[in-house]
């Protein structure tokens, strides 16, 4: 799989900053979050977050631009510390997050094209296990890349 013609993938920096913070708060809205005020909060805080963790080296990106220039699509990777496991044999669990692609681009290849990349990178990089929550317009993409349901429970407190 590539690209369609006129799109061009590369690996984001700190500069694309409010782009990543953009595309969560989209993701976010797209799944059924309607709460302005919450999302506004949460994109505060994930701003906060992820330019020390890219300052870290802890989250790394990747954009796909369209041949005008904007941003059609994104995927973050987020570079965990883990302690060993019987699941793996690494130090750092790779986390695909804020998988997202714009209304207009969706349909495309490019969400799959960037998980190609990602993944690659996580091979080529030592991560051997990589996990993912997926929303359901997400969940067949990650299904036909070979992600399993797995027994995670969550509670909120």
């Not at 979050?33 to 909060?41: I, M, N, Q, R, T």
């Not at 992820?50 to 870290?56: K, P, Q």
């Not at 802890?58 to 883990?82: E, K, Q, R």
Request: net charge negative.
């Amino acid at each position: 799989m590539s690209l369609p013609e006129g799109f061009s993938l590369r690996q984001a920096s700190t500069a694309d900053l409010d782009t990543l913070v953009l595309h969560r708060r989209a993701m976010f809205h797209d799944m059924g979050y309607a709460d302005a005020a919450a999302l506004d909060s949460m994109s505060a805080k994930f701003r906060r977050w992820l330019l020390e963790r890219m300052d870290s080296g802890d989250y790394l990106a990747w954009l796909v631009s369209a041949s005008d220039g904007s941003v059609a699509a994104g995927a973050g990777l987020w570079l965990m510390d883990w302690p060993p496991h019987m699941i793996g044999t690494g130090t750092r669990r790779g986390n695909i997050l804020n998988v997202y692609t714009a209304e207009p681009y969706r349909r495309l290849g490019l969400a799959r094209e960037l998980m190609t990349v990602v993944l690659a990178w996580c091979r080529d990089n030592g991560i051997d296990t990589v996990i993912l929550h997926a929303s359901p317009s997400g969940r067949h993409l990650y299904e036909c890349l070979g992600f399993q349901a797995t027994n995670e429970m969550r509670i909120s407190l």
